[in-house]
């Protein structure tokens, strides 16, 4: 099917295209041209014919719009039986697959284009070494550095791992044949197996038959985390430890530093999700624990294979010879086994003796019996005994073998730990708010007749205070709790019991969604001492509670609760006994929901800068976490311009940062973005903590940028508040977008609304709510009520102000830039195909009003960056989307059809085809922005 490629030739000329892209687009022609013969060897010409058709005409309309013919395009899809749509917005689906697996070999998006060089932290320490900082100044940011994305399933990725395992093996094919030498026969036996792989590909069901299970999302999760563990962590960490010693810093990981963790909601989060539940959070943690325990079995089964140094030859330290004595007296019979061939070699007797203990640690995590031996039981534990015989080289001309192999497992067990990531528990502050009050009414009334939530706040506030400084037991053996409660007591035990058996990092963090007041964060403190995790009178502190402020209210009031928060003596205790670094979560996805990109955008900064000043003056370091999402409309953005846009010491070498379901696999998807990806985070987070610890500007000029923005946040917010509140939106939003149809694809375990039917924003998850806006092509999140608010700015004076504000403020550049990037993605002619055919006539005005703005944001953002058309400052990324534009806008079409059919027929007379096509065309609608939501 030649027809694939036909816009992608019209956008290769030679002009502007260097190597790398003309490289990109003969990979994606040849994986056109095999998607082709594929499709027609499978299902004859018929298919193609179709698509050549709708193709042609959909282009034709994207130049030169024609309301004759796209009201003969509809009518004609709209009576193509549903098998042939069903192939049609398949073959446009997985030439998607297939585009997005040759973009991510050549890295053809906004990470490489404008995000820095093929080396970013050679660089970002190239800058730190030309600084005037002084090595003991850049050594104790080492010492505190700790970077840690956290990866989500909500949604998972909207592409099956059946389907990811073959782009996979793509992918890797693509790399070989790009090899310079690669002998033509070779190259040809590429291009077979490739072809065989995108026929699986063609003949494998991109939907999930069932809904998944949390455990399902673990496994997705533990996938890439696994992938991670031999090759890209140690070398990213071996990069750092390079840079900082070229910086003047000699430093190990491991014993001087751990500059990066994983972590994980998969299995913990519980915030509006009844799938998952403490045995839910348990079982995650167990089988995170077998996966590490055996990549560390093999590791450390491989190190054993190389370290044959022989006590004939070289001397080891006495703290070896010590551990491996106390080694042979608890585990005899592997020093009967191997003392008579390893007698001389201490080294492989030390990996003999580890080896035992990981594999002792397995039967337990498989059998639940007591364990046949020792065990880990924490990842320092294993870590020191490693970090043991690396000591003992260095001392006696080893140096060099110590920083192979075993300095890489050194890195990964730093890592990773035995648990592959630190797995966060979330739980809405209602949730704990309700079960405190009942185990204090139960215990003084012996009823939960709610008599302590009805108390006013100070005295619940102090109250609570008094519980936390005190003795006495909340729960009692006879109290029959609600189920609510008794869940809450069950997933503490469960931390508990993962603390102990997989070490203390394994699970440490207790998130509270919508924190409010000081309460919300008292209250689950109070739940913690019940379950053993804290208790002040004897300096116990075995988990942070973490207050997560997402809504534009709660981030305006965060610092003042903060304030009051750190405040309190006990509180205070908690934090130092927690190394005094307290955690801020702060969310993107709800507070954009609620008050729009620009003011979203502002509060957050806002928030970050008054959260900072807050922690200064309480003499505590905050490490902020940032609940990113992965489209603009919740958060999303180039990795390293979000980073060194943040205020002046919000960052200071800790940042913690989600990495959602729907883009893992673009970050994580193959080992070099991996490694580019992770290089960049870390490269962003040493620039912000070592070259950007005080403003650029002068309080003067930061103070006329500061009112400028509030002015455009102010205006963008009324503007965005008059659309979610205006009559008749909640109609338009499900008529027009296929969110209600969402609710049916089986993308993730979370519910995609709270509560019943959809009856408002308020009930409806930030997700779904970017989601339906992104499939009808308004992506309204991303831009609404900024077009307003910059025209009002500009004509209210302020344009010479905007133009220097956008040249120097880096929050300012981030914020437009990832306007821009979603205007880009906005296509709001095939918007109104959605709206005419879909929407009541009485709801029109609407779209009319979300029109206009989209052209009011269109020229503000032309205006502020002084371009002509929108990403002309991103040639290559700009092509890539056009390119891409002629292969989405006829699945758009098809979805519209398919609206039309399933809401105009009886459920009970629906074609489950119907069902079938419609959710394949979210899925490569998805597939073609490169977002599900």
């Known amino acids: 099917m030649t027809s694939f490629n036909d816009d992608l030739n019209g956008a290769n000329s030679e002009s502007g ?31 193609y014919e179709l698509e050549e058709r709708v193709r042609a005409q959909t282009r034709s309309l994207r130049e030169s719009p024609d309301s004759a013919l796209q009201a003969a395009l509809y009518k ?23 585009a997005n697996t040759a973009e991510q070999l050549h890295r053809v998006d906004t990470m490489s284009e404008g995000q820095g060089g093929d080396d970013p932290l050679g660089d970002a320490f190239d800058r730190i070494a030309a600084s005037s900082l002084r090595p003991d ?43 310079p030498g690669t002998p033509v026969r070779r190259r040809a036996r590429i291009e077979r197996r490739i072809t065989e792989l995108v026929e699986a590909v063609v003949q ?19 996938y890439y985390l696994e992938e991670l563990f031999n090759d890209v962590v140690p070398d990213v960490v071996e990069s750092l430890e390079d840079g900082f010693a070229a910086a003047g810093a000699q430093l190990n990981t491991g014993d001087d ?34 996966r590490a325990l055996r990549l560390l079995r093999d590791a450390i089964r491989g190190l054993a294979t190389e370290l044959s140094q022989s006590t004939h030859i070289i001397d080891v330290s006495d703290e070896l010879t010590a551990s491996l004595e106390k080694d042979r007296e608890l585990m005899p019979s592997v020093y009967e086994q191997f003392m008579r061939i390893n007698a001389d070699e201490p080294y492989r007797m030390k990996c003999a003796y580890m080896y035992e203990r990981v594999i002792n640690a397995l039967a337990v995590a498989r059998t639940d019996d007591p364990p046949p031996g020792p065990v880990y039981v924490s990842g320092p534990e294993l870590v020191a005994d490693l970090m043991l015989m690396s000591e003992s080289m260095r001392a006696n001309r080893g140096g060099v073998v110590a920083a192979g192999r075993l300095g890489r497992l050194i890195r990964s067990a730093t890592v990773f730990g035995l648990t592959l990531a630190a797995l966060d528990v979330r739980q809405d502050s209602s949730v704990t708010n309700e079960a405190v009050g009942e185990l204090i009414d139960l215990v003084e009334t012996g009823a939960a007749d709610g008599g302590f939530s009805n108390l006013p706040r100070e005295d619940r506030i102090k109250r609570l205070t008094e519980e936390i400084e005190g003795s006495r037991t909340l729960q009692t053996p006879t109290a029959n709790y609600s189920p609510d409660t008794a869940e809450v007591l069950d997933v503490l035990n469960v931390i508990r019991g993962a603390q102990d058996r997989y070490g203390g990092e394994s699970v440490d963090t207790w998130i509270i969604s919508m924190t409010n007041e000081v309460d919300d964060l008292l209250a689950p403190i ?38 009051r928060y750190w405040s309190i003596p006990s509180v205070r205790r908690l934090v130092e006994l927690r190394g005094g670094v307290a955690e801020v979560m702060v969310g993107y996805s709800d507070s954009n929901k609620d008050g729009g990109i620009a003011t979203s955008q502002w509060e957050l900064y806002r928030a970050q800068r008054a959260l900072r000043d807050v922690a200064e003056r309480h003499g505590l370091a905050v490490r902020l976490f ?23 010491r919000t960052v200071d070498g800790r940042i913690k940062t989600t990495e959602q379901g729907e883009v893992i696999a673009d970050n994580y998807g193959t080992p070099e973005l991996a490694r580019q990806h992770l290089e960049m985070m870390t490269a962003a987070v040493a620039e912000a903590s070592l070259l950007h610890t005080e403003p650029r500007h002068d309080d003067a000029t930061l103070s006329r940028w500061f009112d400028a923005m509030a002015q455009i946040s102010e205006t963008a917010f009324q503007k965005y508040r008059s659309l979610i509140e205006s009559d008749g939106l909640v109609e338009y ?14 993308i993730g375990s979370r519910p995609a609304r709270r509560g019943g039917s959809i009856t408002g924003i308020g009930n409806l998850r930030a997700i779904p709510w970017v989601f339906g806006w992104t499939q009808s092509r308004q992506i309204v999140p991303g831009w609404y009520g900024v077009g307003t608010a910059l025209a009002e700015a500009r004509s209210g004076g302020m344009a010479d102000l905007i133009d220097e504000m956008f040249r120097e403020w880096s929050f300012f550049r981030a914020f437009v830039s990832n306007v821009e990037m979603t205007l880009a993605k906005t296509d709001m002619d095939i918007a109104s195909l959605y709206v005419s055919e879909l929407v009541p006539a009485k709801c029109h005005g609407i779209y009319d009003d979300i029109r206009t703005e989209h052209g009011l944001a269109r020229d503000g953002v032309l205006d502020v960056t002084h371009q002509d058309n929108l990403l002309d400052a991103f040639p290559v990324l700009q092509r890539t989307l056009a390119v891409r534009e002629a292969y989405i806008a006829p699945l758009s079409y098809l979805q519209v059809s398919l609206l039309a059919r399933r809401r105009r027929e009886a459920a009970a007379e629906r074609d489950p085809l119907l069902r079938r096509a419609l959710l394949l065309s979210i899925n490569g609608i998805a597939a073609g922005l490169k977002n599900t939501g």
Do not use: C
Not at 204 to 222: G, K
Not at 532 to 559: H, Q
Not at 626 to 648: E, F, M, N
């Open 76 to 98: 004609e899809l709209d009576g193509v039986p549903l098998w042939s749509a069903v192939r049609l917005v398949r073959a446009f689906t997985i030439y998607f697959h297939l």
């Open 733 to 746: 939003f499900l008529a027009a977008t296929p969110v209600e149809e969402l609710a049916e694809m089986n």
């Open 17 to 47: 295209n260097g190597a790398g892209e003309r490289a990109l687009r003969s990979d994606i022609r040849l994986l056109g041209d095999v998607l082709g013969h594929v499709l027609r060897s499978q299902f004859g010409d018929e298919l």
């Open 526 to 563: 109070v739940m913690a001492r019940e379950a053993g995790l804290i208790d002040l009178r004897s300096d116990l502190a075995r988990i942070d509670v973490v207050p997560l402020f997402e809504t534009i209210g709660a981030l305006r009031a965060s610092a003042d609760v903060m304030d």
């Open 204 to 222: 494998t069901d991109e939907l999930h038959q069932e809904r998944p299970e949390p455990i399902d999302e673990a496994r997705n999760v533990i």
């Open 626 to 648: 940032h609940g990113r999402g992965g489209s603009t409309g919740r958060g999303g953005g180039p990795t390293r311009d979000a980073i060194l846009s943040q205020p002046a």
């Open 137 to 179: 100044e850049i050594e104790a940011f080492a010492r505190r550095l700790d970077v840690r994305p956290v990866f989500t399933a909500h949604p998972t990725e909207a592409a099956r791992r059946s389907i990811l395992d073959k782009l996979r093996s793509i992918h890797e094919l693509l790399v070989e044949r790009s090899l």
């Open 257 to 290: 530093m751990t500059p990066l963790r994983f972590g994980s909601w998969v299995g913990g989060d519980r915030d509006g999700n009844p799938n998952v539940t403490a045995e839910t959070t348990s079982e995650v943690l167990r089988l995170q624990n077998v």
